[in-house]
Every structure is written in structure tokens, then in C-alpha cells.
């Protein structure tokens, strides 16, 4: 969780919110799917419906207040990974930022399955 003070009091931001954040800024950008959770019963990668979205999302806290965030998505057939991959990366880091106004350190993203059809 990440303190934010001011002259007018304080905020307390959670990994929620951060989740929430990041995991539709992603999911809204060209060629993803959705995000993806690995099920643990059968090890296979499942689309997350939009309520759950977060859980394919990681977000880790650091002691200087900035926060690292892991996405793993699934991505249309036949999209350019590298294109995609820097699209979300520039895209989680600016909404972030602008909403919360927390500096985002790094931003991972995992492409765990590949929709075909």
C-alpha cells in the first residue's frame, strides 16, 4: 500500500486499485484478449471475465513508493507480440500515473496463451 500526503490529509492506495488499473488499461489496448490466470487444478491458462481481471495482475510495492507491475494476458492470433507488448507497457504506465499519481518502476508482461480462431 502506497501513502500519499498532502497539506489536506492523506490517501491510502491498495494493490487492488492498482490491479484494477492496470489490468483494463491493458486488456483495452489492440490485440489483447484479456488478462489470463493459470488454473491450478489442470495448469491450463484461462481468460479472466472482467470482474476478475485483477487476478492476472501483480503488483509489487517498493521502499522509494514506486511499484513494479506484472500482467499476464492473452493475445489475438496473428498479432505482432513486440508491438503489443510496447503498446500495454507505455499504456499501463501512463493510466497509472495519471490516476494515481504513483511512479510506475517497471511493467512485465507475460503472454501466456495465444487465441486461435
Given at each position: 500500500?502506497i501513502r500519499?500526503?498532502?497539506?489536506?490529509?492523506?490517501?491510502?492506495?491498495?494493490?487492488?486499485?492498482?490491479?484494477?488499473?492496470a489490468?483494463?488499461a491493458?486488456?483495452?489496448?489492440?490485440?489483447?484478449?484479456?488478462?489470463?490466470?493459470?488454473?491450478?487444478?489442470?495448469?491450463?491458462?484461462?481468460?479472466?471475465r472482467?470482474?476478475?481481471?485483477?487476478?492476472?495482475?501483480?503488483?509489487?510495492?517498493?521502499?522509494?513508493?514506486?511499484?513494479?507491475?506484472?500482467?499476464?494476458?492473452?493475445?489475438?492470433?496473428?498479432?505482432?507480440?513486440?508491438?503489443v507488448?510496447?503498446?500495454?507497457?507505455?499504456?499501463?504506465?501512463?493510466?497509472?500515473?495519471?490516476?494515481?499519481?504513483?511512479?510506475?518502476?517497471?511493467?512485465?508482461?507475460?503472454?501466456?496463451?495465444?487465441?486461435?480462431?
Amino acid at each position: 500500500m502506497i501513502r500519499q500526503t498532502n497539506e489536506y490529509g492523506s490517501v491510502n492506495v491498495s494493490a487492488n486499485v492498482y490491479s484494477d488499473i492496470a489490468g483494463t488499461a491493458a486488456s483495452n489496448c489492440f490485440g489483447v484478449k484479456g488478462m489470463a490466470a493459470r488454473s491450478v487444478s489442470d495448469g491450463v491458462y484461462h481468460l479472466l471475465r472482467k470482474e476478475s481481471m485483477s487476478k492476472g495482475v501483480r503488483v509489487e510495492f517498493h521502499e522509494d513508493d514506486t511499484i513494479s507491475i506484472d500482467l499476464h494476458i492473452m493475445v489475438d492470433n496473428g498479432v505482432n507480440l513486440n508491438a503489443v507488448g510496447a503498446s500495454i507497457i507505455s499504456e499501463v504506465r501512463y493510466v497509472v500515473a495519471k490516476c494515481t499519481g504513483t511512479e510506475v518502476r517497471a511493467v512485465n508482461v507475460y503472454v501466456d496463451s495465444m487465441m486461435i480462431g
